[in-house]
């Protein structure tokens, strides 16, 4: 297993696609539920995604994920809302989003640029209480880059939204 993952990434540095994909594949077959076919799967779902194929990149970043609580499939996840929001499913984009929080709590990293993500999400559909309530969730990690995104977007919100729906 390992050695045809060696080689198909060989093969697509070659560029030779067609042929990297058809060892992924192999994988597949001879070595299902192995390691090895989620190493395979998360490449053919990165490829995928990187041609704008994204409901094919969903279904193999989902068949990447483990059973285990640990950053990779907190990443996957991640991925998978990226996919929904490009195809312009806001719906299934939020809620992937949302299972990053929830599933991978302890993967910091995942989480806040999934918090912004779905803070985005609410904005764009004006759905202003959720944007704030999410936003305020990330403006008090007063550490990280993600937290002054979200005081500015709570900001703007406040300024911008709600300060005109109180005047008369």
């Known amino acids: 297993g390992e050695a045809l993952l060696r080689k198909s990434d060989l093969l697509l540095l070659l560029g030779k696609e067609e042929e990297s994909r058809t060892l992924l594949e192999k994988i597949f077959a001879e070595y299902p539920g192995s390691p090895y076919e989620k190493r395979a799967a998360r490449k053919m779902g990165e490829r995928h995604k990187e041609a704008g194929r994204f409901t094919e990149a969903i279904s193999f970043l989902e068949k990447a994920k483990t059973g285990n609580d640990y950053e990779p499939n907190a990443q996957f996840q991640f991925e998978i809302g990226e996919c929904y929001e490009a195809l312009g499913d806001g719906k299934n984009a939020l809620e992937a989003f949302s299972h990053v929080a929830f599933l991978y709590p302890k993967s910091t990293y995942w989480v806040m640029r999934a918090y912004l993500k779905m ?45 005109s729906q109180k005047a008369p």
């Not at 904005?123 to 936003?135: F, L, M, S």
């Open 119 to 163: 803070g985005s999400l609410f904005e764009r559909e004006k759905r202003w209480k959720e944007a704030v309530q999410t936003y305020e969730k990330l403006a008090g990690w007063h550490r990280l880059e993600e937290a002054k995104i979200a005081k500015e977007r709570l900001e703007w919100i406040h300024h911008n939204i709600l300060a």
